[in-house]
Each structure stands twice: as C-alpha cells, then as structure tokens.
C-alpha cells in the first residue's frame, strides 16, 4: 500500500497579498511584483469592501487590484 500524496493548499490571490504585508518582503502574484506598500494598500481596500464589492475586487487581476487602490487612496487624500 502506497503513501497518498499529499494536497497542496493553494493560497488564494489576496491571501498571498496579505503575506506580503505580515512578511514585509515583496513577492510575485499573477507573475507581478508587488510591493509592501502596494500590497498595504491593496488589502486595506480589501477590508473596506461589502462582500459584494469584494468578491468584483479579488476578480480582477493584480494589476487592475493596485490601480483601484491607489486611485481609492488618491480620492480619499484629496477629500480630506
């Protein structure tokens, strides 16, 4: 009788966004660098969310991710 092999756990997108934040270290995600402060940024916005908006939010590629982020920043810093 052989040894089952074992299951991987496959970190979600965000999970690892969230990584990179604990971590403090860049990491790659959808083959992109990602800073600790774009990632900072990212998962902030992550928590702000509805689950609605936040399901639309982790569809969208890294890229797309940050981009949101940092337009979500620039408003609210304009804002206040």
Same mark, same amino acid.
């Given at each position: %009788?052989?040894?089952r092999?074992?299951r991987?756990?496959?970190?979600?997108?965000?999970?690892?966004?969230?990584?990179?934040?604990?971590e403090?270290?860049? %990491?790659?995600?959808?083959?992109?660098?990602?800073?600790?402060?774009?990632?900072?940024v990212?998962v902030?916005?992550h928590?702000?969310?509805?689950?609605?908006?936040? %399901?639309?939010?982790? %569809?969208?590629?890294?890229?797309?991710?940050?981009?949101?982020?940092?337009?979500?920043?620039?408003?609210?810093?304009?804002?206040?």
């Open positions: %009788a052989g040894r092999p074992e991987r756990y496959e970190m979600t997108k965000i999970e690892r966004i969230r990584k990179i934040v604990t403090g270290q860049y %990491a790659r995600v959808e083959g992109r660098r990602v800073d600790l402060f774009t990632a900072s990212i902030k916005v928590d702000g969310l509805n689950a609605e908006n936040r %399901a639309k939010y982790e %569809a969208m590629p890294v890229h797309q991710m940050a981009a949101v982020a940092w337009k979500l920043l620039a408003a609210t810093k304009a804002a206040s």
